[in-house]
Each structure stands twice: as structure tokens, then as C-alpha cells.
């Protein structure tokens, strides 16, 4: 099982980027997907996380109100809508991805390789 990350980019101070995530491979389902982020000499944080059954979520208190994570199960892709972007949401954001593998019923966890969001005062 793979992710892939898309949607980074560079945006203003109060702009809106949208982030998508999409896991592929073959033979799995997905519990849990999530978004985190690592800023430069920081430790990597939660930002938001979904269930994938019940679209259950909970965010980072430093987003509530402004990122959205949201999920398609018919494209199998999981999204973080951001608004009101501020200098200090600067960082890598990665997707994360829990799930089984269905002939095993093992669970298997994957990093996405990131992307950049870039946000200029």
C-alpha cells in the first residue's frame, strides 16, 4: 500500500489551499487516514484525522475552524481544505494512512512523502 500526497504549494497569508491524499495498492481497507505536519526544527504534530467508515474526525486545536479534512470513499481519497492560512501553518504536511490487509488481517500503517505548504505574511 502506497500515498500520495498532492496540493502543496505556496499562498498569502489568509489564502486557501486544498490537499489531497490516495492510497493505492491492492487487497486492504482503510481504518483511519490522517493529516500531520513538521515545521523546520520542530517535531511532527497531528493536524486532523478521519475514520474512514463513519467519516468520524478531530482536529488540532491550532486548526479548528479553519481546515476541513474530509473523505471520498468512492475515489478513495482523503482531503484537507485550508483556509485562513497563516505564516505559522508553514511546514511539510504528510499524509498517514492505518489500515488491515484484507487476506492477512494484518494492520499496516504508511507515510505519504509530503508536501510543502508555504505560507508568506
Known amino acids: 500500500v502506497q500515498v500520495v500526497e498532492s496540493g502543496g504549494g505556496s499562498v498569502q497569508a489568509g489564502g486557501s489551499l486544498r490537499l489531497s491524499c490516495a492510497p493505492s495498492g491492492s487487497a486492504f481497507s482503510i481504518n483511519t487516514m490522517g493529516w500531520y505536519r513538521q515545521a523546520p526544527g520542530k517535531p511532527r504534530e497531528l493536524v486532523a484525522r478521519?475514520?474512514?467508515?463513519?467519516?468520524?474526525?478531530n482536529y488540532a486545536d491550532f486548526v479548528k475552524g479553519r481546515f476541513t479534512i474530509s473523505r471520498d470513499n468512492a475515489k478513495n481519497t482523503m482531503y484537507l481544505q485550508m483556509n485562513s492560512l497563516k505564516p505559522e501553518d508553514t511546514a511539510v504536511y504528510y499524509c498517514?494512512?492505518?489500515?488491515?490487509?484484507?487476506?492477512?488481517?494484518?494492520?499496516?500503517?504508511?507515510w505519504g512523502q509530503g508536501t510543502l505548504v508555504t505560507v508568506s505574511s
Open positions: 478521519i475514520t474512514w467508515s463513519g467519516g468520524s474526525t
Open positions: 498517514n494512512a492505518g489500515g488491515l490487509f484484507v487476506l492477512t488481517d494484518k494492520y499496516f500503517e504508511r
